[in-house]
């Protein structure tokens, strides 16, 4: 009969304990909830700045997407020339490469137009095909291509130096130009 008492009244502190564990739980997050509405509503500061046409340069993060965009448009795609029922043949192709990173080195403006230097990393992924074509094709060397085509992978992470040019589309920036960052 002791035995039964102790088994019930651990059983009930049991209880008890989750439902404290439960209440500092719900207690804690809602507390925090203002946190997280002050902290979206920071995140929202930067839009109405843009909306009002303050931006004096491209974002970090609009600057990340064009560099992912440039290097998934750089494609492993058929030797064959477009026909006339096939007009865009050529844009299609696997991905010859996928992207891995990117650091922003410089950044200069006038009022409707900016240069952005930035270091591209990238890796290629596995695949032959009969030629490369769009994006970064014109910065990988004939070696790399070669080995590529012929279905051996260069290895490792490559890295590109690419210049961007930007330029003032209404309150927003739009990347114009992506070409060889100039030898320092």
């Known amino acids: 009969m002791e035995r ?10 049991r209880a008890a304990l989750i439902v404290v564990v439960g209440i500092m739980t ?17 995140k929202r500061e930067p839009d109405s700045v843009i909306a009002k046409g303050e931006e004096r340069q491209p974002g970090e993060d609009a600057i ?3 560099c992912m965009a440039f290097v998934r448009s750089t494609k492993v795609v058929s030797a064959q ?11 299609h192709g696997a991905e010859a490469l996928a992207f ?7 950044i200069s403006c006038s009022d409707d137009a900016c240069t952005v230097l930035v270091m ?30 012929n279905g ?8 590109y130096r690419v ?11 739009r990347a114009v130009e992506f070409d060889r960052a100039p030898a320092e």
Request: aromatic content about 6%; glycine content about 8%; charged content about 30%.
């Open 4 to 13: 039964e008492q102790v088994t019930r009244c651990m059983k009930i502190r």
């Open 120 to 149: 591209i990393h990238v890796a290629f992924n596995p695949g032959t095909g009969e030629r490369i074509a769009g994006g970064l094709t014109a910065w990988i060397s004939p070696e790399q291509r070669s080995a590529y085509l």
């Open 81 to 91: 020339t477009p026909t006339a029922d096939c007009p865009g043949c050529s844009a």
């Open 152 to 159: 051996h992978t260069p290895s490792g992470e490559q890295a």
């Open 26 to 42: 719900v207690s804690c997050s809602e507390k925090s909830a203002p946190d997280r509405e002050k902290h979206s509503e920071a």
């Open 100 to 106: 891995r990173q990117m650091k922003t080195e410089r």
């Open 163 to 173: 210049q961007i040019a930007y330029r003032r589309r209404g309150e927003g920036w």
């Open 64 to 66: 990340a997407e064009d």
